[in-house]
């Protein structure tokens, strides 16, 4: 019975704290430690980075306008956000909840109808609402990449 934008934030909250479901008792080593052999950035600890950034472009850079700063935005190499040796995972999940704050905080100010603001990309031209899902869709695909990395890690499993 709660309206559009409570369900999407519900929705978008629920997957967040999935991500760090995901990641509890697990050791520094462990969250660092690639299981997959095409995909050696795809560590428990890369992912939480990843989502902190994906939180921050599509909020912050996309939505409000602000400059495009972070790993994705650098001439580095590519998924440079989820480049994080021997960054702690706890470090790693404060900065993504301070991330979804922020990201929070943003959605509460503004009209799900409301576009986003920065010209140089073209994905900025959605409106929040479309943001929000996307957000949505894209913290429950990494959620679910978290549950496959941690079951090959160390075999715990769980809401998938």
């Known amino acids: 019975m709660a309206d559009e934008r409570t369900q999407l934030v519900g929705w978008l909250d629920m997957q967040r704290a999935i991500i760090h479901w995901k990641c509890e008792g697990l050791s520094d080593a462990d969250a660092h430690r690639s299981v997959l052999p095409a995909s050696p950035l ?25 400059p495009a700063e972070g790993p994705q935005f650098e001439d580095g190499p590519e998924d440079a956000d989820m480049m994080v040796e021997g960054i702690p995972l706890t470090r790693l999940l404060e900065e993504y909840d301070r ?56 075999g715990k499993k769980g809401y998938y």
Request: glycine share 4%.
């Open 42 to 66: 795809m560590t428990m600890a890369g992912v939480v980075s990843h989502m902190r950034w994906v939180e921050h472009c599509w909020f912050e850079v996309l939505f409000l306008g602000r």
């Open 99 to 154: 991330q979804c704050v922020v990201s929070n905080e943003i959605v509460a100010a503004h009209s799900l109808d409301d576009v986003g603001r920065h010209p140089d990309f073209r994905a900025a031209a959605a409106n929040l609402r479309w943001m929000l899902i996307h957000m949505v869709e894209e913290t429950a695909r990494h959620a679910g990449h978290l549950d496959a990395v941690r079951e090959l890690l160390d």
